[in-house]
């Protein structure tokens, strides 16, 4: 199989170099906002961030996606908590503010797949995906290409009007639609479910 035609996590998994920078930059604005988020003290938002991403790194070898619905999502938000738990225990004799007790709530219910804070990050981590490897795809696409199917999936605007707006006819916003849409779920395949 082509390089381009495999997905970015299979790429990373087989060590490319390239493939995961791209993951990173993907993944770490992500990991950055939930902890922010979390109420994670701004001089501690990149080592921690940092130490998500390198647990990753570590571990993406090993990980073998099982084939079911949200399986690496699932997987990135246990090492997510799994690092958040561990920087709350190395800080804990230094942490005395609600914060910080609040931020040890937020890594176990980040742990538990069946807790509201698991649905919301399962929610944003996919359309934050879609968003960053849509970001990363402009190279491969006419800059209109991008822009057709910006409107047609994620704004929701027809494709008569995205005809009308762009002045193209509706056959060629479809052809354009279909031709990112075909990259994105290859780029995106185990990322995304």
Request: hydrophobic share 40%; with cysteine.
């Amino acid at each position: 199989m082509e390089d381009t035609q495999q997905s970015l996590l299979l790429r990373a998994r087989q060590g490319n170099e390239a493939a995961w920078q791209r993951l990173s930059e993907v993944y770490r604005p992500l990991i950055l906002a939930w902890l922010r988020r979390q109420g994670l003290a701004a001089t501690d938002l990149e080592d921690v961030a940092q130490e998500v991403l390198f647990a990753v790194s570590r571990a993406l070898d090993n990980f073998a996606h099982p084939g079911k619905t949200g399986a690496f999502r699932g997987w990135l938000r246990t090492v997510t908590a799994n690092r958040c738990r561990d920087f709350w225990k190395s800080r804990q004799h230094k942490l005395t503010t609600g914060a910080d007790a609040n931020f040890e709530e937020m890594a176990e219910q980040l742990a538990d797949p069946r807790s509201d804070l698991s649905r919301e990050w399962d929610r944003e981590h996919d359309d934050h995906i879609v968003r960053s490897l849509l970001d990363l795809m402009t190279r491969e696409f006419e800059p209109r290409t991008i822009q057709v199917f910006r409107r047609l999936t994620l704004d929701g605007v027809t494709a008569n009007q995205v005809a009308r707006e762009l002045g193209m006819s509706v056959l060629t916003v479809y052809v354009a639609k279909s031709r990112v849409l075909k990259r994105l779920r290859e780029e995106a395949a185990g990322l995304i479910d």
